[in-house]
């Protein structure tokens, strides 16, 4: 299944709690999409975000996250993992 890695630029009032209660969200709608949110990193100085997805298109898991908390991203790129 294809991997994409998508990047949410500046997002306002970002904290801990908040990106893992989003991931969570993703959690719970992934399935009905045919996407699989696998890891989440954030930097909560610049109000960046980065999410690892499997997902069958760009759009499945575009879908994930307007379903779960309306914050798409800002840009999304399939990427291949490395040895």
Same mark, same amino acid.
């Given at each position: 299944?294809?991997?994409?890695?998508? %990047?949410?630029?500046?997002?306002? $009032?970002? %904290?801990?709690?908040?990106?893992? =209660?989003?991931? #969570? !969200?993703?959690?719970?709608?992934? #399935?009905?999409?045919?996407?699989?949110?696998?890891?989440?990193?954030?930097? *909560?100085?610049? =109000? !960046?975000?980065?999410? @690892?997805?499997?997902?069958? %298109? #760009? *759009?499945?898991?575009?879908?994930?996250? !307007?379903?779960?908390? $309306? @914050?798409?991203?800002?840009?999304?790129?399939?990427? #291949?993992? =490395?040895?």
């Amino acid at each position: 299944m294809p991997l994409f890695m998508d %990047t949410h630029e500046k997002v306002d $009032g970002l %904290t801990a709690d908040a990106v893992a =209660g989003a991931h #969570k !969200r993703d959690l719970e709608v992934q #399935k009905k999409h045919g996407a699989n949110y696998l890891k989440y990193w954030f930097n *909560e100085a610049n =109000g !960046r975000v980065y999410c @690892l997805v499997e997902a069958p %298109t #760009k *759009e499945a898991a575009v879908s994930v996250h !307007r379903e779960a908390h $309306g @914050l798409l991203a800002d840009d999304i790129v399939e990427v #291949k993992e =490395g040895a």
